[in-house]
DNA sequence: GGAAAGAACTTAACATGTTAATCATCTCCC
DNA sequence: GGGAGATGATTAACATGTTAAGTTCTTTCC
């Protein structure tokens, strides 16, 4: 009943034999659509192990950043890891929970508040690291070392590419 | 006020504290980091637009991929949405209470759900999809559309490499 | 033809993503 | 020195990701 009257929106080269097995050609292979499918490829191999110590993507992701500097401000972790600030926020309350960091406020100015690994995240750490470089290592194998690096400058080159495009709603000037 | 919340978390280097910083190259340059920069760098660029009206990115990619048939189960709909069966039934429930969808049960299988887009979800696509569109050109448009292409190739091909990779633990090998 | 196993959702429970609001502190400047 | 505004961090509120459990219906198989 309702039904295409968006095919112009993507002109897509008429089909073949997959009239019916592979409708939205065109919308799955968006490029939003593929970073995310190759991405969750990705995850899905360390998930498990990382779920096996207890510990989420996210949670390994801010541990794994704090082994690599003595202690770092909340602000500036979250750039490194790469999360919000109220998911950031969240985390360190459990994980300090846990006992797997420190935290405690800067000296100098009692908004900022700087974290650390424990002694008992480290062990975490350490524990998990292993297996997480046995797949990272067999991903590599799979896909070619050199073709992942080529793959990781390529991603590396869009970001560029797309920082200075401001983020405006981009509305206004499309409609009128 | 309190606009640019993302935004401050990726300042870009250039800074007097660059010299003592840059503390977790390799992290910061790993597979997972690298796919999700990009994607957020990419759909930083929609979010703004689909917010306008009233469409989170995976109500976007349901009621998208909805254009392209006319009716689809719900399972496969999860399939090429690319969706877990709960977030999908959450937003079915929304969307069609928004009467932006329709369902139905199969025909020969009570079990089964078919869902359809309205033409209310016709309409509210039409009003997107000319934004999206532009955006989507200016990206291929900075990012070069051969280069664009090329890496969703490698994109696809990461995808394939990994998809025979079992995401079996893991952990039972790699510790013994 | 009916119990058991499987299938297709759906709900539940918890963790994170996302934006807005709040709170505390700090800085600037009069 | 004190108030307006900026800043760092958290909380609030809602939507989604993720895994497990539950519901309803179907198929299998004895």
Redesign the pocket.
């Known amino acids: 009943m309702a039904r295409k009257k968006l095919d112009e929106i993507r002109p897509e080269q008429g089909d073949d034999a997959a009239a019916r097995r592979t409708p939205m050609r065109e919308f799955s292979r968006s490029l939003p659509m593929s970073l995310l499918r190759a991405r969750?490829a990705v995850?899905r191999q360390f998930?498990p192990s990382l779920?096996n110590h207890g510990l989420?993507e996210?949670?390994w992701r801010i541990l794994r950043a704090l082994t690599a500097v003595d202690e770092i401000?909340?602000?500036e972790l979250a750039r490194v890891a790469f999360?919000?600030?109220?998911?950031?926020?969240?985390?360190?309350?459990?994980l300090e929970g846990r006992a797997l960091i420190e935290?405690k406020a800067?000296e100098?100015?009692?908004?900022?508040?700087v974290v650390s690994i424990s002694a008992k995240g480290l062990k975490l750490i350490e524990a998990v690291a292993p297996t997480s470089e046995v797949i990272y290592a067999a991903i590599t194998r799979r896909y070619g070392a050199r073709k992942l690096a080529e793959l990781q400058e390529m991603l590396g080159a869009l970001e560029a590419s797309l920082a200075g495009m401001g983020a405006e709603d981009a509305e206004v000037e499309a409609d009128e």
């Open positions: 969750e995850m998930r779920r989420t996210q949670q401000e909340v602000t999360l919000l600030g109220p998911s950031l926020s969240r985390i360190l309350r459990d935290r800067a100098n100015d009692a908004r900022r508040a």
